[in-house]
């Protein structure tokens, strides 16, 4: 293949992946999961460990709603 051809395969290579690069940075398009919501998604999985993932996940909520209720009451942890 000649020098020509070379550099016009380059050229046509690099207008393809040019063309394919279909990167949208709007926020609304995909937007990010939470770290909470991707723990959540992973729990009800059937991937192997899923459970203990959502029994962390629970027990993580317990204690957030056990500290909002001491806090609602004035209590303090002892």
Known sequence: MSKRGIALAGASLTLALAACDSK?????????????????????????????VKKSVSAADSVAARQGRMSDTGEHNP
């Open 24 to 52: 949208d940075d709007s926020p609304n398009k995909n937007p990010a999961l939470t770290q909470r919501e991707s723990d959540s998604l992973f729990a009800n999985s059937t991937i192997p460990c899923a459970k203990a």
